[in-house]
């Protein structure tokens, strides 16, 4: 049982799946670094310039004060950061547009490479046999209805 299943993780590793998984955190994990900068070091500063100097991350709606006695905290302060909200939807915006740009780039590049007439691109081989079959059986298909038309 224990031989199995280790039997099957390795089938599972080999067979690239947890090698794409790897590439996609570690790439991922880059992109979220790039997107921060973007978001923290490049947009924010134009919009919190447009509203006064106002630091987003900080921004937030009091609904009860921090109560001192003494100079000590009695009550703690309850607000809603909706800052942090507006800084992450500005994140979520560019990660979904540049993920989409990247899927749309693949795409493209993925269709370039499996039409079989398109000589500038290599085509997989899978694609060519496939392309080879459906020629074949369309050339079958016309012999077929050639000698079922002679026969009638």
């Not at 039997?7 to 690239?16: D, I, R, S, T, W």
């Not at 947009?43 to 001192?68: C, H, I, Q």
């Not at 780039?105 to 490479?113: F, H, I, P």
């Not at 694609?127 to 016309?142: C, D, G, S, V, Y």
Request: net charge positive; no cysteine.
């Amino acid at each position: 049982m224990k031989f199995k299943l280790f039997k099957e993780f390795k089938e599972f590793a080999v067979k690239g799946n947890m090698i794409d998984i790897a590439i996609g955190v570690i790439i991922g994990t880059a992109f979220n670094k790039v997107v921060n900068v973007l978001v923290k070091e490049v947009l924010m500063p134009p919009l919190s310039f447009m509203t006064d100097s106002a630091n987003w991350e900080n921004r937030k709606l009091v609904l009860r004060e921090a109560l001192l006695v003494n100079g000590k905290t009695t009550k703690e302060e309850i607000a809603i950061g909706y800052g942090k909200l507006i800084e992450a939807g500005v994140d979520f915006l560019i990660i979904a547009f540049s993920v989409f740009i990247v899927v749309k780039l693949m795409n493209s590049l993925k269709k370039e490479a499996e039409d079989p007439k398109n000589a500038k691109v290599v085509t997989p081989k899978n694609i060519e046999l496939m392309n080879k079959t459906n020629e074949l059986l369309e050339k079958q298909n016309e012999y077929l209805q050639k000698v079922l038309a002679d026969r009638k």
